[in-house]
């Protein structure tokens, strides 16, 4: 397939400024730049359809600049109904370290081109960014934007002036990259377009020059209505171990995520998190929709969504784990402890000599500890095989099984 035929087959197309997607195929220009903003110590699987995306680009030619927001971070991007409250700025170098070697990880490119915002409005001074920048801009612009008619409404809880200018500051970047690499073309996500066309915008006005911006639309939970991201409450992570927040999602989690899609979201999902091809896919869908009870789709999204995200092996293993653990033949209460310390590299994990019950609770497979007291009571933990029948302190090395999907290792 053409990158056009390609964006479009796996839904990689919302609001863009190009009129005839086939120009992407024979464009004479061909970089790009994506960005993010460092806002936590991972990005999450609604990031990772926008760098799907990108490497879809990539795939075709495409040379990426993968831009994390050193600067942008230190402000946060608007939100629709209320304030961000600001990040410490140690918090946001340690963030942009983290979602740095997750870009890299995923967005696999030869010729791929890491920047830092930060690096050029470090020493910018306010007056001449006002002078370039700001006088760019009229007021009325800036005030039809959604996000700010949203925020100072009625009923709305206002802006401050440094969200007001993000904007700015992200339009800027697109400018910059333009002058420095002849960048002139800025891929994002549905919710970004308004601030991607500022830098269209700048680069219009102040190099009389011609830019684009592609735009994919916003992954959404069709069980929930919700989209994939970690404002909504709802966040998968891309990040496997903690990176000291408490924003990852463990390997067996992830995989677990997928797995448990239904029907209806699977046929999409499948096309825009897996690297599979329009033949395969089509193939999977067929024989799903066959034998939809063997839920072959599912298994393949879980499949390659861990495998991009994690790695062969990592995917590898976890199949395996997966065979082992819903085995309805396997004895729990067989497994060596070097066996089960192997199990700890892709499950929640709980140290030795801590009680039943806040072990359940601290890795969410119970809200409370009233809740987790009746799961006991109910007969619906297992530590090892073996039904719990009370709140005991774990000084074994032991698989905690909740249902018939959750786990937690203790070592």
């Keep these: 397939m053409k990158l056009s035929e390609e964006l479009e087959y796996r839904g990689f197309r919302a609001k863009t400024t190009i009129d005839d997607v086939a120009e992407l195929d024979t464009r004479d220009s061909k970089k790009f730049y994506w960005g993010a903003d460092p806002s936590a110590d991972s990005l999450t699987i609604g990031n990772l359809a926008a760098l799907m995306m990108c490497a879809c680009f990539v795939r075709h030619g495409y040379k990426p600049y993968l831009l994390v927001g050193g600067a942008t971070g230190q402000i946060g991007d608007p939100k629709e109904n209320d ?61 039809d934007r959604q996000f700010v008619q949203n925020r100072i409404g009625e009923g709305g809880a206002g802006i401050s002036y440094a969200e007001f200018s993000y904007t700015l500051i992200q339009g800027y970047d697109f400018l910059h990259l333009y002058r420095e690499h002849g960048v002139d073309l800025q891929l994002c996500g549905a919710d970004q377009y308004g601030n991607a066309a500022s830098g269209i915008h700048l680069i219009k006005r102040l190099e009389n020059g011609k830019a684009d911006v592609w735009s ?155 809740k987790a007291r009746e799961f006991v009571g109910q007969g619906a933990i297992t530590i090892n095989g073996v039904k719990a029948k009370e709140d005991i302190a774990l000084e074994q090395i032991a698989i905690v099984k909740k249902g018939k999907n959750k786990f937690v290792i203790v070592k």
């Design 216 to 370: 994919t639309p916003l992954v959404i939970d069709p069980v929930t209505g919700r989209k994939f991201g970690k404002s909504e409450g709802n966040a998968v992570w891309l990040a496997a171990s903690d990176n000291g927040s408490g924003n990852y999602t463990s390997i067996f989690d992830f995989y677990q995520f997928w797995l448990n899609q239904s029907d209806e979201a699977v046929e999409y999902l499948i096309k825009i998190y897996t690297l599979l091809e329009k033949e395969e896919i089509e193939d999977i869908l067929r024989r799903h929709r066959e034998h939809p009870e063997e839920r072959l789709a599912q298994r393949a999204l879980a499949r390659g969504a861990t495998e991009v995200v994690h790695g062969k092996e990592n995917a590898d293993a976890i199949e395996n784990l997966i065979k082992v653990l819903f085995d309805k033949n396997t004895d729990f209460a067989e497994f060596s402890e070097d066996e089960i310390r192997e199990f700890a590299d892709y499950l929640p994990v709980a140290e030795r000599g801590r009680m039943l019950v806040d072990i359940l609770v601290d890795n969410g497979l119970a809200e409370s500890k009233k």
């Design 83 to 143: 304030e961000r409250e600001l990040k410490a700025l140690d918090e946001v170098e340690h963030n942009k370290q983290c979602i740095k070697s997750q870009i890299e990880r995923i967005v696999k490119a030869d010729n791929v081109t890491m920047v830092d915002n930060l690096d050029w409005f470090r020493e910018m001074k306010y007056l001449d960014f006002l002078r370039e920048v700001g006088k760019a801009f009229s007021m009325t612009q800036l005030l």
